[in-house]
């Protein structure tokens, strides 16, 4: 994985053509997988998508395997990083909530995200765990901050809740499960702008989180 690439801060010039090369040889690794699935990906030919020679595909990774889940490790924290944090100085838990409910559902709704989550389904049968280490590490940072703001403003702002870890895990697997519709139907048109926030104001409600009257949108 990128994440264990040594720091760039002892001055090798090494490293960046580490994370440069590894960088290429998951691009060839995405697009090999996406044409052929995992099981008829031959790593001859993800070497030869990717511009490089067994050898340096070797020297990166030890085998298909670990080239797969390296891939879906990456695309998660991809994921993850275009997620924002609730400001935790908003006490309004709809207007502190509603912009990562909407990111979530565009993150997850743009191409190469769908494209990931079609490769670890079709790949579930060799890697049954890889599609919840996939939403661990993507929606897991997220699920984190917002348990730490329903802990900070939920009683004040007249929310009951026992859980907030389950609440806020709850609320992301709401916003999450619109996707599904992208992955099974690829012609679907994204989804609008309003589609977004009708779909993220159900999923506060489904998840305690909106409590109608005590607050305002």
């Known amino acids: 994985m990128l994440d264990n690439i040594p720091s760039l801060n002892k001055g090798s010039s090494s490293i960046p053509r580490i994370v440069c ?36 595909l070797y020297n990166h990774f030890r085998n298909k395997d670990d080239l797969f889940k390296s891939l879906i490790h990456v695309e998660a924290s991809r994921v993850a990083g275009k997620l924002p944090s609730p400001n935790l100085a ?20 743009d191409s ?11 790949a579930a049968g060799r890697f049954p765990n890889l ?17 730490e703001y329903l802990n900070t403003h939920g009683a004040a702002g007249g929310i009951q809740i026992q859980d907030s870890h389950a609440t806020a895990e709850q609320f992301t697997r709401w916003c999450l499960a619109r996707t599904a519709e992208r992955v099974l139907m690829p012609d679907r048109p ?28």
């Open 21 to 56: 090369k590894k960088r290429q040889i998951l691009d060839g690794a995405r697009q090999t997988f996406l044409q052929n699935g995992y099981a008829d990906a031959s790593m001859e030919e993800i070497a030869v998508q990717a511009g490089v020679s067994k050898g340096t």
């Open 112 to 122: 190469t995200t769908v494209m990931t989550l079609r490769l670890i389904i079709g």
């Open 131 to 147: 599609g919840e280490e996939f939403l661990t590490r993507s929606l897991g940072p997220t699920v984190e901050c917002i348990a």
């Open 190 to 217: 994204r989804i609008t702008g309003a589609d977004c926030s009708a779909w993220v104001k159900q999923a506060l409600r489904a998840s305690g989180i909106s409590s109608g009257a005590h607050h305002h949108a």
């Open 90 to 109: 908003e006490p309004n838990s709809v207007s502190a909530l509603m912009p990562i409910g909407i990111a979530i559902l565009q993150v997850m709704e």
